[in-house]
């Protein structure tokens, strides 16, 4: 069974421009959460998602928004770049929303803002 | 709001010693508590959790207790493996929602053959 795939693995781009990061979940998971992880906060949590409506959302400014498809794929958008978006972005799929059932995470969207 | 801290940031064992990592939450009502360990260039992987109805679990030479009472649970590696080296992150959360899940700030295991 294939893992969860993140796309790009690596990023770079320029503060002002933006981005989207792409997520694949596991075959017949239906959430998909997406964190942001730095050294100096840890992973936060950004967004879930579950049949394409987002459940809960984390602490963060309006640049960041998310979608997931018909197919359970998720993309999440980070517009208007900040120097301090630099992380690396993590999704993790499961089976279903609203019970802690097994998180399974993807490698991981390393981008950089320069 | 769940507040997790997670002591110590570092930890350097010999292999086949003990390596214990400590957690601790603020929000009473946090019942969910996972451990994840992150190896270099990957994601998280869930290695053993706990809910608040138990007190200790127990896989291979993986082991988690819960005391609900001090808020705060641990981590035990036993009989230590230089594959063990790696950044491990507890977690607590209630509600079943991925939002409500609150990671603490991580702890390198380094095991020295």
């Known amino acids: 069974k294939a893992g969860v795939t993140q796309t790009p693995r690596y990023l770079i781009k320029t503060r002002g421009q933006q981005v989207t990061l792409s997520c694949s979940p596991i075959?017949?998971?239906?959430?998909v959460s997406w964190y942001q992880q730095t050294p100096g906060q840890g992973l936060q949590f950004l967004f879930e998602?579950?049949?394409?409506?987002?459940?809960n959302k984390g602490n963060f400014p309006g640049r960041f928004s998310g979608r997931q498809f018909s197919n359970s794929r998720s993309e999440m958008n980070v517009s208007t770049l900040e120097l301090g978006d630099s992380a690396l972005y993590l999704c993790?799929?499961?089976?279903?929303?609203?019970?802690?059932?097994?998180?399974?995470f993807g490698p991981g969207t390393r981008l950089t803002v320069l | 709001g769940e507040n997790v801290e997670q002591h110590p940031s570092t930890l350097s064992v010999q292999e086949g010693d003990s390596a214990v990592i400590k957690c601790t939450y603020s929000?009473?009502?946090?019942?969910?508590f996972p451990w994840y360990k992150q190896e270099l260039g990957k994601g998280p992987q869930l290695i053993i959790d706990?809910?608040?109805?138990?007190g200790e679990k127990k896989d291979q030479r993986i082991a988690v207790t819960l005391n609900k009472t001090a808020k705060h649970f641990s981590l035990h590696i036993t009989e230590t493996q230089p594959e063990d080296s790696a950044v491990y992150f507890c977690?607590?959360?209630?509600?079943?929602?991925?939002?409500?899940?609150?990671f603490g700030k991580g702890t390198k295991l380094s095991v020295k053959p």
């Open positions: 993790a799929s499961s089976l279903v929303a609203g019970s802690y059932n097994e998180q399974f």
């Open positions: 929000d009473s009502a946090s019942n969910y």
């Open positions: 977690a607590g959360g209630y509600g079943g929602s991925q939002g409500n899940l609150i």
């Open positions: 075959s017949g998971h239906r959430s």
């Open positions: 706990i809910r608040s109805n138990v």
């Open positions: 998602y579950f049949s394409e409506t987002q459940r």
